[in-house]
């Protein structure tokens, strides 16, 4: 086991290596990097898993006290699998990864409960809540939520996610002691302690997450076996013609619409009814048009001369009246009042 240790711990520091690098990383998950990370942290923990299961490095029979300092750090293992095997990029084959992280988490979570680290409850599995719930409406209980265990569950994550503050706090405090090779046998435990609690919450978490995952692909997996839906499919709508919005036809003879009226003819008709008639600005006037245009001016001329001819005479009698007015006085010629 002493020649064992180095190269079981040398393997677990280098997976949980590039889990934090993983996760620091801006590149997309989805890159060819990224992945080769993630598929290499997979292979160096999955190798020191199979290295602590040969050894038996823990039992149910014993107790956290009695575990050596420097074995702590494998309570890691399935919880340090399970969150890369999450960053896995194969659409065809989530599933499975999913299921495969569910199990790597419950075995993490067994053993820190086997060794009594912190207070939690297992998590169920969907199938095994579904089976409670349809043996509760079975027995004539309410199907409406439970308020109380929602309340309970709320207040718990909001504890669990203190609590993670609380000892990332604590960590960065002896971190670099402990990587660098200078912390006592006690801060070694306390650090790996730490983790092993920090990573109960996590597991807790990544769980109910991907428990919901899981349920939304199955969904989406019997649409696909149904045909899916269950509503027949649309069938396309004939287009609509245009009308008009009138209280009956003889309103819209007499007052029309109410708004312009539609089209009769395109932009290219237009155009070319009036390029037939030779109207159009670069074709000139057309002859129709220059004789139109000419009687117009003649008649404009004659009445012009006809307003000067009437102007003439009314301006004769203007002078024939101021004439008569200096020869004759005010009443000249008015015998009705004379007495």
């Known amino acids: 086991m002493a020649e064992e240790a180095p190269k079981l711990s040398e393997l677990l520091e280098r997976g949980w290596r590039e889990l934090e690098e993983v ?19 997979l292979a160096l923990l999955e190798q020191a898993r199979r290295g602590v299961a040969e050894l038996q490095l823990f039992s149910r029979n014993e107790e956290l006290e009695e575990v050596a300092s420097a074995d702590l750090k494998f309570f890691l293992l399935p919880a340090l699998l399970g969150a890369l095997t999450l960053k896995l990029n194969t659409p065809t084959k989530r599933m499975d990864q999913l299921q495969t992280a569910r199990s790597q988490f419950m075995d993490f979570l067994r053993c820190c409960k086997d060794y009594d ?93 991907l428990d919901q995952e899981m349920e939304l692909l199955r969904g989406r997996e019997a649409m696909k076996q149904t045909g899916g839906s269950s509503h027949p499919p649309r069938q396309p709508r004939p287009p609509m013609r245009p009308f008009i919005l009138t209280r009956d036809t003889a309103q819209a ?51 012009k001369e006809e307003e000067e001819e009437d102007n003439e005479a009314a301006l004769q009698r203007a002078r024939d009246w101021d004439d008569w007015k200096d020869t004759h006085r005010r009443g000249y010629g008015n015998r009705q009042n004379m007495g």
Do not use: C
């Open 253 to 303: 003879k007499v007052f029309g619409a109410g708004y312009p009226s539609l089209p009769t003819m395109t932009v290219d008709d237009w155009y070319s009814q009036h390029r037939r008639q030779g109207v159009l600005p670069d074709q000139g006037v057309s002859q129709k048009t220059a004789a139109d245009l000419a009687a117009e001016d003649e008649k404009k001329t004659e009445q």
């Open 23 to 41: 996760e620091a990383s801006s590149e997309p998950l989805n890159s060819r990097l990224l992945q080769d990370k993630v598929k290499h942290g």
């Open 117 to 209: 680290i912190g207070a939690f409850q297992l998590p169920q599995s969907r199938e095994n809540s579904k089976v409670e719930e349809n043996t509760a409406q079975s027995m004539g209980a309410p199907s409406q939520p439970n308020l109380v265990a929602m309340a309970t569950h709320r207040q718990a994550k909001i504890e669990r996610y203190k609590q993670k503050m609380e000892m990332e706090k604590k960590l960065a405090s002896i971190t670099d002691l402990v990587r660098g090779g200078n912390a006592e046998d006690e801060q070694v435990r306390e650090f790996y302690l730490l983790h092993i609690q920090k990573w109960v919450s996590t597991s807790l978490d990544e769980m109910e997450s």
